[in-house]
């Protein structure tokens, strides 16, 4: 069996059960189409849809050559991004714009939002996606972003057979389908670094972000220690809870506010979740 029919065998064996799953998107946000990919970082590729035929479409016209969510981990970050075919396209890219871009509304994929988080074993996909009868779905998008990310954990619990069962039954190898552009092409969203580099700029020139803070690396018992404080718990319970002494919580607070800028505890909540809010810690 070829590469081709592998992606199309998986996920037609799979597109009632991905249909069945996002009901909920389907009511609440008026979603008629998801497309979930996945790239490990040892390059294979998991592509499911409730949208047999688009994917059948992009695989027949091989548009995964073009595709920017089919990339190496190493050039794409985490982030999301809201579009639709009656904008300038989202992507500066020749070849994604004549074939995915162009020919996603004649699927009912006109508008929607796109999603990609990365993580330690490289990164997934998730695009919510309504045909041009669904006006409200910007509006109801951004006003329940949070709503997207309970989802996205609740979908990521309910294909967990569906992903073991598809690595064990077929390896679909990017690099083997895509060849040196697999490496070579840009994501959809730039590298997290560079992502961030031009949140710190542009805070900066608006003289919201201290430029010291480009680099901040709170360690893991710093987070756990600042997560207790902002719940309320005084030294002495985060000391029983993480088993540690309470100087050392104390050091860690000490530490915490050196490094966030701050000379006072008050301030530790606003200025953590200003920074957290920015994926910058």
């Given at each position: ?7 199309l065998s998986g996920a037609k064996k799979y597109y009632e059960k ?264």
């Amino acid at each position: 069996m070829s590469l081709h029919e592998d992606i199309l065998s998986g996920a037609k064996k799979y597109y009632e059960k991905i249909n069945k799953i996002i009901d909920p998107v389907k009511s609440f946000f008026g979603i008629n189409c998801i497309v979930y990919i996945e790239v490990t970082n040892d390059n294979n590729l998991i592509n499911l849809t409730n949208n047999y035929s688009w994917l059948e479409h992009c695989i027949y016209n091989k548009y995964y050559m073009h595709d920017p969510q089919m990339v190496s981990p190493n050039n794409i970050g985490t982030g999301h991004i809201m579009w639709s075919t009656n904008w300038e396209s989202h992507y500066d890219d020749e070849g994604y714009n004549n074939s995915l871009f162009a020919d996603a509304a004649f699927f009912g994929i006109e508008k929607g939002l796109t999603w990609i988080d990365k993580n330690q074993m490289g990164y997934k996909v998730y695009i919510f996606s309504s045909d041009s009868k669904n006006e409200k779905i910007h509006p109801k998008l951004y006003s329940n972003i949070s709503l997207i990310k309970h989802f996205i954990n609740y979908f990521d619990e309910e294909i967990k057979p569906i992903r073991q069962e598809y690595f064990l039954s077929r390896k679909i190898d990017l690099v083997e389908l895509k060849g040196e552009k697999y490496y070579s092409q840009r994501g959809m969203i730039i590298q997290e670094y560079n992502q961030h580099l031009q949140k710190y700029l542009f805070l900066k020139e608006i003289n919201l972000l201290d430029s010291d803070l480009l680099n901040i690396k709170l360690t893991n018992r710093e987070i756990q220690c600042i997560k207790l404080y902002l719940n309320g718990n005084a030294a002495q319970d985060t000391a029983k809870i993480l088993s540690i002494s309470r100087r050392t919580v104390e050091t860690h607070m000490n530490n915490i506010k050196s490094k966030l800028k701050i000379n006072y505890k008050k301030d530790l909540f606003k200025r953590f979740m200003f920074l957290k809010d920015l994926e910058i810690i």
